[in-house]
């Protein structure tokens, strides 16, 4: 079974994502962007700053990008590969794009700049059983209040796999009170009874995400594989709080592409020293893969996305590889095989 | 300057498009894919057996009432005996079927691509409106071919066509053997029948597009001796370099290419087009693979008789437009950067006399 743990489903991001109005989700797409900025009539790369208060006609309605015009010019930024004509990726688009690839389960992150999309993902689980697991939105700086804690429960019983956590909705992103503040004990307690997993987004802060991992063993979570320079030299090479979180049997660390192609071209062998020092010293079983389609075809292919790692990863066993594509995000999310 | 000689747009592909009808159009594409290997849609099992046919009877009269239709993500579907199938004809990511010319032009921006040669394949459609309007809207980044019907390419009504096509800023004319072959007509290439038509195509300056003509280099060679002042260029989607009759390129000896091919290469007015959408189908980026069979043609002819083309948005199946660029550019280091940029775009600009910083202005 091949589990793709990092894909997103989205209604048209011109629209008001669930949120209460478009200028709501166009507040949180405006300035959130990972590609450069361009001038519209020469694509001339920008690099001054954006004043963003004064972009007032900011849109995400064609071709893949945001655009919007200051002082009589026009900007834009390819955020996504142009294919995405019409910025949106259904249950279906995916689907076609998921039997191209040959994936078989796709865990469906949900970011705030997409917007809140319980009911896609409830509708997407329900006409794709089988090929998509939802992970639930909470308002993460007051998610251990009663209202947030009705909702987990009521999605939970709708069929959603887990909750998707981001760091980045806290005002202060270094503060991580989720981790140790006792506030939050209403919340993992209830995840931990309702069974869900957690994919923790958004943050390096990795003594944080050990102490929350650690006091809950019974709840399974995800976050991206850590990044930075790993020594080559020496008997270790991870730092230590990796490798004690590491250690710990409910964690996993997606291995995703897209941070790669930002820099280097497929197969992306620049990034095995990030890659190879994990797996030797944590094991194929404490790795996971994702995607982040539909962004992924920004930089390649979906069917790239996967062999990067599977073709090309060449120092991973053929077992460990079948762990780190599948089995280890279906031992974690309960699925059978088809 | 970079040019990439083969690229599409095209309306919504399940649409008449310059049919009499949808449904004369879908038989065309069902008999097109009649021997394409689908998948059944339930479970995604490649199927064998003909779906489309009967497996016995050529042509329109052996095709199936099965529903042929255009689909969305990239696919074709058709229903036979309560199974649905299809064939990934285009990504996924070409989720309606549409490659309109604001889209493109997108893809061209984000590859850094200056020019692009809008091929006129009757796959797509009978497109020479489409295209007029994507010239007149895009100046400076498109280049159109002419659709004419082949097999009639020598009547009044067809040459018209070709005048009136060029009167609105056509620079090629797109001439296709599988079109010749679909309205029953089994002349070559240079058939005299045709001599109005190239006649016409020579005077009024336009550049010839060949497209699968691939056993009949001597008669191309022909057509290309007879009228020098007509640009000649051969696409060459045709799942690599030609090599048929031969079976491999020879690595031994002095002469590597087949005598027809280096003839017709040796001529000053033809040129062949490099594809990437041929080796995405056997092999992963940057296709390395393929340099074998490329190299003894560059080794023979240098730089200068061969044209880049990507054949978007169909390459997006395999790799990316960028990539489909830079497994030249980057990885096929045997070429010379000079001859790199001959190829993927300096020999383009003078075929179509493009002016450094006009794009594809005249």
Redesign the interface.
């Known amino acids: 079974v091949i589990v793709d743990c990092h894909m997103h489903i989205f209604a048209p991001l011109s629209g008001t994502g669930g949120y209460d109005s478009v200028a709501t989700h166009m507040g949180y797409l405006k300035g959130n962007h990972s590609m450069v900025v361009r001038r519209e009539r020469d694509g001339a790369v920008i690099d001054r700053p954006i004043d963003w208060p004064r972009v007032t006609d900011f849109r995400a309605e064609r071709l893949g990008r945001y655009e919007w015009t200051l002082d009589g010019e026009a900007y834009y930024v390819q955020q996504f590969s142009p294919s995405l004509q019409t910025m949106e990726s259904s249950p279906e688009f995916v689907v076609a794009q998921m039997d191209h690839a040959g994936v078989d389960v796709s865990l469906l992150q949900h970011d705030t700049m997409y917007g809140r999309f319980h009911d896609l993902f409830g509708q997407a689980m329900e006409k794709h059983p089988g090929r998509f697991v939802g992970l639930l939105k909470v308002e993460e700086p007051r998610a251990y209040q009663p209202e947030q804690l009705a909702d987990l429960e009521r999605l939970a019983g709708l069929g959603f796999g887990g909750v998707f956590f981001q760091n980045g909705s806290f005002a202060d992103r270094e503060a991580c009170p989720w981790a140790d503040d006792a506030t939050f004990d209403p919340l993992w307690s209830a995840v931990r009874r309702l069974g869900l997993m957690v994919y923790l987004h958004g943050t390096t802060n990795y003594g944080a995400i050990l102490r929350l991992v650690r006091r809950y063993p019974e709840i399974n979570f995800m976050t991206l594989l850590p990044g930075g320079r790993f020594a080559r030299e020496g008997q270790r090479r991870i730092p230590e709080t990796i490798r004690e979180l590491g250690s710990l049997p409910n964690i996993l660390f997606e291995i995703c592409p897209i941070s790669y192609g930002f820099q280097f071209e497929y197969p992306y062998r620049e990034m095995h020293h990030q890659i190879r020092p994990l797996y030797e010293e944590l094991g194929g079983g404490k790795l996971c893969w994702g995607s982040d389609m539909p962004n992924l075809e920004r930089f390649c292919t979906y069917l790239q996305g996967i062999d990067f790692l599977r073709r090309h990863c060449e120092f991973i066993a053929r077992e460990d590889m079948a762990l780190i594509l599948g089995g280890n995000a279906a031992r974690v999310l309960g699925l059978r095989a088809r | 300057m970079i040019v990439d000689c083969h690229y599409h747009i095209f309306p919504f592909l399940g649409g008449a498009s310059g049919y009499e009808s949808v449904e004369q159009r879908m038989k065309v594409m069902q008999l097109v894919m009649k021997n394409a290997q689908p ?1 059944r849609k339930r479970d ?1 099992a490649i199927v064998v057996e003909p779906t489309l046919w009967d497996g016995r009877t050529s042509g329109f009269e052996g095709l199936l009432e099965v529903n042929f239709r255009a689909g ?4 074709y579907e058709w229903d036979k005996d309560g199974e649905t199938y299809y064939t ?1 004809g285009f ?6 079927m ?1 490659a309109d010319p ?2 493109m032009a ?2 061209m ?2 590859t850094g691509v200056d020019v692009a040669v809008l091929q006129n394949d009757y796959l797509y459609g009978h497109l020479n409106e489409y295209f007029a309007e994507a010239i007149r809207r895009y100046p400076e980044r498109y280049i159109g071919t002419i659709k004419i019907k082949e097999a009639e390419a020598y009547e009044d009504r067809q040459i018209a066509e070709l005048h009136r096509c060029a009167e609105l800023g056509f620079r090629a004319v797109f001439f296709q053997r599988a079109s010749l072959r679909l309205a029953g007509c089994d002349a070559r290439v240079d058939d005299p029948r045709f001599g109005p038509f190239w006649d016409e195509v020579q005077r009024l300056g336009l550049v010839a597009y060949l497209h699968g003509f691939f056993d009949e280099w001597k008669h191309v060679a022909n057509l290309a001796a007879r009228y020098p002042d007509v640009p000649m260029l051969h696409t060459i989607p045709n799942w690599n370099f030609p090599r048929e009759g031969i079976g491999r390129m020879p690595r031994e000896g002095r002469v590597h290419l087949r005598q027809d091919i280096r003839e017709l290469l040796a001529l000053p007015n033809v040129w062949f087009e490099i594809t990437p959408i041929a080796y995405g189908a056997l092999y ?2 940057p296709y390395t693979e393929l340099i074998p069979t490329f190299r003894p043609y560059y080794e023979e002819f240098g730089g200068t008789k061969f044209v880049w083309g990507s054949d978007m ?1 169909n390459l ?5 437009y960028l ?1 489909g660029l ?1 497994y030249l550019r ?1 990885h096929w280091n045997f070429i010379s950067e000079v001859d790199k940029r001959l190829i993927l775009g300096g020999n383009a600009a003078r075929i179509f006399k493009l002016a450094p910083g006009d794009g594809a202005k005249p």
């Open positions: 998948r995604g969305k993500y990239g696919r990934e990504p996924p990511s070409l989720q309606n549409e604001d889209y997108a893809q921006e984000f992963d980026f948005p997006e199946r395999w790799c990316t990539q830079n980057y």
